[in-house]
């Protein structure tokens, strides 16, 4: 049996579980989270976490390195950045209009007094300047991952620029991330345990009431998120990055499995990039620089829920969004996915955040906490699945720049 089937297999084994603790023994459930699915889905998120500022620097200090030229790697970064933004536009876009159509907030609703103490989200400009990081290996004790990424990003343009003098240190940097590679196998060997935990807490921590009455709320969540990842990035998938979608979901699918039952995009982030250089053949400089960048700021899952959230807020008070508001939502939340850390829950931080923009009580994030787990676990693997479309695009748009350079060459 392959690993995806594998992990399959765990995830529909702790929804059953999650299910049995629900219907007929909710007595058992905490006692078994605390001895058994707790250890267990906890072990195997810590080796994840173990792994991902050590895979975070070195791939991106080889992706970086690996683009010798200046001009490639602006190029390069450019186009990371623009298809980001761009895709996380449209997720919007795509949320509020299906919210709009469907009304979820229409009705009866009533609060179940679920309470969520919002942080304060730091301004765009602080983060910016935040991106250079005063202390480095602090910022990798932090898991500040946009400061990491600078980091590693300065480091493998030195190298790049300094060529034969530091061949070594490159040679040692590229044997770091053989043995990183190594530990990941290992590691997704636990995999199948590890999502049957954690599906497992997740089912059986929500009861079947308060999924219920959020019923409307999460179709219109996992609609969005379905044609955002069919029409969107199967489109980006075909046009721009030259390859069958159904190839590229299939060969994407055990990190996507991975993703959903973790509710990480960080903590999926080494699975991610070898299952893309693997399966999609994205050059391992591209995949080294778009998808540990993706991670920390490509949240378009996250985008679509806040969309389809912050409407579906404004219909349960009755406050009309206008058009004024509704491009500040687009603009708040695109801007808002810059420098978020890739854990789970962090969703929420922001939507109080795109909240605070448009006037609307934040205490209403209330409304949606119930059942943002079992979302969670959605979206981050639609956010993962971006991060690999626009690394096979940027694969392939380079690969023909090259072809195109040695014609001209040869001519």
């Known amino acids: 049996m392959s690993l995806t089937k594998k992990i399959l297999l765990g995830m529909v084994l702790g929804i059953i579980v999650g299910l049995i603790f629900n219907l007929v023994i909710p007595g058992a459930f905490e006692i078994s989270k605390t001895y058994v699915l707790d250890p267990l889905g906890g072990l195997f998120i810590n080796l994840i976490k173990m792994l991902v500022v050590p895979i975070v620097i070195l791939s991106l200090v080889l992706g970086t390195a690996g683009i010798s030229d200046s001009k490639t790697l602006g190029r390069i970064g450019i186009k990371t950045i623009g298809f980001f933004l761009i895709s996380t536009s449209i997720a919007l876009i795509i949320a509020m209009t299906l919210a709009f159509i469907f009304q979820p907030g229409s009705g009866e609703f009533q609060l179940d007094g679920a309470t969520f103490e919002a942080s304060e989200a730091p301004p765009v400009m602080e983060t910016l300047l935040n991106i250079v990081p005063d202390n480095p290996f602090q910022s990798m004790v932090e898991g500040n991952m946009l400061q990491v990424i600078a980091f590693s990003i300065l480091i493998g343009f030195a190298l790049s620029r300094l060529g034969e003098k530091t061949a070594g240190i490159l040679k040692l940097v590229e044997q770091g991330n053989e043995i990183m590679m190594y530990?990941?196998?290992?590691?997704?060997?636990l995999a199948p345990y590890g999502a049957f935990a954690l599906i497992a807490i997740a089912i059986g921590g929500q009861g079947l009431d308060a999924i219920a009455a959020m019923g409307k709320y999460m179709l219109?969540?996992?609609?969005?998120?379905?044609?955002?990842?069919?029409v969107t990035y199967g489109s980006a998938i075909s046009l721009l990055?030259?390859?069958?979608?159904?190839?590229?979901?299939?060969?994407?699918?055990?990190?996507?499995?991975?993703?959903?039952?973790?509710?990480?995009?960080?903590?999926?982030?080494?699975?991610?990039?070898?299952?893309?250089?693997?399966?999609?053949?994205?050059?391992?400089?591209?995949?080294?620089?778009?998808?540990?960048?993706?991670?920390t700021i490509n949240m378009d899952g996250t985008a679509i829920m806040q969309g389809v959230a912050t409407v579906f807020i404004a219909q349960i008070y009755g406050i009309e969004l206008g058009i004024v508001a509704l491009l500040t939502v687009i603009l708040t939340a695109t801007l808002a996915s810059i420098g978020t850390a890739g854990v789970p829950g962090v969703g929420l931080i922001m939507l109080s955040m795109v909240l605070t923009s448009v006037g609307l009580p934040v205490e209403a994030i209330a409304l949606v906490l119930?059942?943002?787990?079992?979302?969670?676990?959605?979206?981050?693997?639609?956010?993962?699945?971006?991060?690999?479309?626009?690394?096979?695009?940027?694969?392939?748009?380079?690969?023909?720049?090259e072809v195109n350079n040695q014609t001209s060459q040869s001519a």
């Open 220 to 230: 219109i969540v996992l609609l969005a998120l379905i044609v955002h990842l069919l």
């Open 241 to 295: 990055g030259k390859m069958n979608p159904i190839q590229f979901f299939k060969g994407f699918a055990p990190a996507m499995v991975v993703a959903f039952s973790t509710s990480s995009s960080s903590a999926t982030l080494p699975i991610s990039m070898e299952t893309a250089q693997k399966n999609l053949k994205v050059k391992k400089s591209v995949s080294g620089f778009v998808q540990p960048l993706g991670a």
């Open 370 to 401: 119930g059942v943002d787990r079992l979302l969670d676990m959605c979206r981050t693997a639609v956010n993962i699945t971006g991060d690999a479309a626009c690394a096979v695009f940027i694969s392939k748009s380079e690969e023909k720049i």
């Open 183 to 189: 530990l990941v196998n290992i590691v997704m060997k």
